[in-house]
């Protein structure tokens, strides 16, 4: 079964917990963490790729079904289980037991000598104050236009920042206000002022496994393993868990661990020694970057080796199918040179497609995992062959395969011995483009579950760990520069005796 | 019987009227020149022999048979052919090149037929052979462009310009070594020009042609007389005195 989780702290602690449980009951999990946008892993989820992953009631509520809440708790989850249930056949499992809010928090000193407490509060003050929220909140219903419209808050500024920056941003002064999770480690460690939703605007958040219809229906058993979780869960006992993995830097599967302890579902674990913790979390942040990077890619050197090798399956077997369709295209466009124009420009129109979204865009055809990816990077690849292969063979030396033709050359032997051969740096080099475009573009992947080097990436982003990020990218880089080192190598190798430097 | 035989020619391309109903015979051992500004048909009539373009209307018959009824490649290797910009292939030496159409026929002694092809197009294999286009001259590239199209020794030889893009001096060796050639290898030659002088120092005949018809068609050493308006204009213009 697969569990999955989205791209943010939490969310990676409660996929884990999920697994272990299940894991601990002999239920074989493949664990696919980090998953794009809620649309994404819902999407997933109601294609059967993967069989469960946590949410919250309040995004179901207000992001996927677009609607506010009118009640509590009770009345929020009722509502999202009968509508995802009637419309997806997804499944609720009872809540987990705590929330998991939206945090509007400010430094504690300012919102001391501003005198704010409340929401109401800040919507007279926000006028002389800088936002800095995530992508996601200020996109979202629940998120930023719901404030301004129930509260009237309007900021004087507004920035955009990733849940890795924020904190920093808001403690070192450049913004004022930021949207934090309820449940944070970070609003402790920072000493955050957490304004009260005194007109609840916020629809309850319960953390709850949002379940697939085909587990739900063939594995009752490991069903009821999930639901035993009901209510077992409190917000200290997560709390704790975010912050032995956002201050202390405890992995995730260590924090799952000890929160199942902590609430009876698992062995009880050892007290773990925050002190110690801590002076190394603290240890590895400050230490220069350079020293511990060698030292973290060489203690996870198999999961590396492993990314590396998924990654350029991902970039050959997409480059590859690439090379298969728009070399054939490219030669038989010669002959339709009213088409070619259309066609090209088809292919440039696929490549201005930001890659999340094309990657997003998979999903409902190819579900999630290796398929998506290469499809959409194989789609990327068009271009740079499709175009060089047509220009190559219609530029090379018309005059020659003129010639050829009036002395008795086939189609075939104008093409394998004329053009073929002086095309061949061209179409190489679209090749060589092609090439080092998917390197970099197949780090996204990881946001579809695919693998590769984008894995290590997003996890560091979303736990803010530059070494976890850099031990992702740094490979990414090397990779991209030796496969074009390696293609210019080749682009000259194929070119023709006799023939100046190509043009291209 | 003539060697080639066109007979009521029409080609068209959309509005534009290429050939208009021309017809022209070609016996063995003659070496006929097609004369005309650019558009009065001269390469598509020239074209129409080794079917590289197809007619409309009219018919093509070369040693006997309708070329639209035998197969355009086993014709077109039987034929040579040799155009304006000289065409060498880039990537291959001079002795590939020159060798091309023996190779093409399957000959087992296709490079020793390059290489009297090129000793007969007055290039010393021993210097040329190995070396590529664009190590040659103008002129030097021109002559293994012949040498290419006689090394199979075809009965019929086609050329467009082949003397139009070289300077004076290099164009005048290249038409007496030309006639060199064809007096020693009895070819039957159609070439085309612009060139009405040129046309009348190296042709045993000479069709002069205007918006897809023949005008004049005479031995070369009787179109002088034959001369009036246009062809006359074209003949001053050339500075042949009538």
New interface residues.
């Given amino acids: 079964m697969v569990v999955a989780s989205k791209p943010f702290a939490e969310s990676y602690l409660l996929a884990e917990v999920f697994a272990q449980l299940l894991e601990a009951h002999d239920y074989p999990v493949d664990r696919r963490p980090g998953l794009g946008t809620t649309e994404l892993v819902l999407q997933a989820l109601r294609a059967g790729d993967i069989d469960v992953y946590p949410e919250y009631t309040g995004t179901g509520l207000a992001a996927v079904l677009g609607e506010t809440a009118e009640g509590g708790s009770a009345v929020v989850f009722r509502r999202v289980s009968d509508e995802f249930e009637a419309r997806w056949g997804v499944h609720w499992l009872p809540p987990l037991g705590f929330e998991n809010t939206y945090a509007i928090a400010m430094r504690r000193s300012l919102a001391d000598s501003l005198g704010v407490r409340t929401l109401s509060g800040l919507a007279v003050l926000a006028g002389r104050l800088t936002g800095g929220f995530s992508p996601d909140f200020i996109g979202r219903a629940d998120g930023l236009d719901g404030l301004a419209a129930t509260y009237g808050i309007e900021f004087r500024d507004t920035h955009s920042l990733l849940q890795a920056v924020k904190y920093q941003a808001l403690a070192e002064g450049e913004v004022d206000v930021i949207d934090g999770y309820s449940t944070d480690g970070a609003i402790s460690r920072y000493d955050l002022a957490v304004l009260a939703d005194d007109r609840g605007f916020f629809p309850p958040y319960d953390a709850a496994p949002l379940v697939g219809s085909a587990f739900y229906e063939e594995f009752p058993g490991a069903v009821v393993v999930l639901a035993r979780m009901a209510g077992r869960i409190d917000e200290a006992a997560v709390r704790r868990a975010n912050e032995r993995v956002e201050v202390e830097g405890a992995s995730i599967a260590d924090a799952a661990r000890e929160l199942l302890g902590a609430v009876g579902l698992g062995e009880p674990a050892d007290a773990a020694e925050p002190g110690r913790a801590r002076d190394v979390a603290v240890q590895r942040r400050n230490d220069r970057l350079l020293a511990s990077l060698p030292v973290h890619m060489w203690e996870n050197r198999m999961a590396l080796s492993r990314q590396v090798a998924r990654h350029l399956l991902l970039v050959l077997v997409s480059l590859g199918a690439a090379i298969l369709v728009a070399l054939p295209a490219g030669v038989a466009l010669e002959r339709r040179r009213g088409l070619a124009e259309s066609a090209i420009r088809v292919a440039g129109l696929l490549q201005t497609i930001p890659g999340i979204a094309l990657l997003a865009f998979m999903i409902p055809f190819f579900g999630i995992g290796v398929a998506p990816a290469v499809v959409a990077l194989f789609l990327y690849s068009l271009l740079p062959v499709l175009r060089n292969t047509y220009t190559g063979i219609i530029e090379a ?1 018309p ?2 395969v ?9 189609e075939g ?1 104008l093409l394998r ?2 053009r073929l ?2 095309a061949a740096p061209i179409i190489m080099a679209g090749v060589r483009t092609a090439a080092v475009i998917n390197v970099g573009t197949a780090t996204l992947a990881a946001f579809v579950g695919a693998g590769g080097l984008g894995d290590p990436i997003v996890a560091g982003l979303t736990l803010s760990d530059p070494v976890l990020i850099l031990s992702g990218a740094v490979p990414a880089a090397v990779l991209a520069l030796l496969v074009d080192w390696g293609l210019a190598r080749a682009e000259a190798g194929v070119a ?5 430097e190509s043009t291209l | 019987m003539a060697l080639i035989e066109i007979d009521g020619a029409e080609k068209r391309y959309g509005d534009a009227v290429a050939l208009d109903g021309v017809s022209l015979r070609v016996g063995a051992g003659e070496c006929v020149a097609l004369v005309g500004e650019s558009g009065s048909g001269k390469t598509t009539l020239l074209r129409t022999i ?1 079917r ?1 373009t197809a007619l409309d209307r009219g018919r093509v018959v070369v040693r006997g048979e309708a070329v639209d009824e035998v197969d355009p ?6 034929i ?2 040799v ?1 304006q ?9 001079c002795l590939a090149n020159a060798a ?2 023996p190779e ?1 026929l399957g000959h087992p002694d296709a490079e020793r037929r390059g290489r009297r092809a090129l000793d007969t197009a007055g290039l010393d294999p021993q210097v040329f052979a190995a070396r ?3 190590e040659l001259s103008g002129g030097q590239r021109q002559r293994v ?1 012949i040498a ?2 006689i090394a199979a020794d075809p009965d019929i030889l086609l050329m467009d310009e082949p003397f139009g893009a070289l300077d004076a001096i290099t164009r005048h060796e290249a038409q007496e070594a030309f006639m060199a050639l064809r007096s020693s290898a009895r070819v039957t030659a159609v070439f085309v020009t612009h060139d009405l002088g040129e046309a009348l120092r190296v042709a045993t005949r000479v069709a002069v042609m205007r918006a897809g018809r023949i005008v004049i068609e005479a031995p070369a050493a009787e179109v002088a007389g034959k001369a009036t308006g246009y062809a006359a204009e074209l003949l001053a213009r050339s500075g042949v005195s009538a």
């Fill in positions: 030396a005059d020659a003129a010639a050829g033709r009036a002395l008795g050359m086939t032997q011995r004329i051969p002086l023709p005796r006799g023939v100046a | 080794n590289l490649v086993a014709l077109r290797r039987s040579g052919y155009q910009d000289g065409g060498l292939i880039p990537h291959w030496t091309l159409v093409l590529y286009p664009r462009a290419r199209a």
